[in-house]
């Protein structure tokens, strides 16, 4: 059964940082695709970055330069690293893993396993 727990959310003023966690079990983690999506209030679930089995790594648009996916293997952990935060950044993360290939994070309906979500509040 996997599990996939979030944590690190929180509220920050614009411009600040927070990192996010995902903490993974009962998920080959060598396997295919994970990612990070949020939604915000009122709106559909979009994605936010994604990271297949090799380290390549899938950014939207809107976040490149500022946020940074990254995992520890021997932690079965799973990171976002969020700087320069938005306040259009706001809303629900999730930790999200699929063994469906390729790696892309245009829509939700392609993964399968998600985690409860952590709030981010950005502030201005």
């Known amino acids: 059964q996997v599990q996939m727990v979030e944590s690190g959310g929180g509220s920050v003023q614009a411009g600040g940082s927070l990192r996010l966690s995902c903490a993974v079990s009962g998920y080959t983690y060598s396997s295919t695709c994970m990612g990070w999506f949020r939604q915000a209030p009122g709106k559909e679930r979009e994605g936010v970055v994604g990271?297949?089995?090799?380290?390549?790594?899938t950014y939207a648009d809107s976040v490149k330069g500022r946020f940074t996916i990254s995992q520890d293997n021997a932690k079965n952990t799973l990171y976002l690293q969020m700087t320069s935060l938005k306040t259009e950044g706001t809303g629900m993360y999730y930790c999200?893993?699929?063994?469906?290939?390729?790696?892309?994070?245009?829509?939700?309906?392609?993964?399968?396993?998600w985690g409860q979500g952590t709030q981010v509040t950005v502030s201005s």
């Open positions: 990271i297949d089995w090799d380290g390549i790594t």
């Open positions: 999200t893993a699929t063994y469906r290939l390729p790696c892309g994070i245009g829509s939700s309906a392609d993964f399968g396993y």
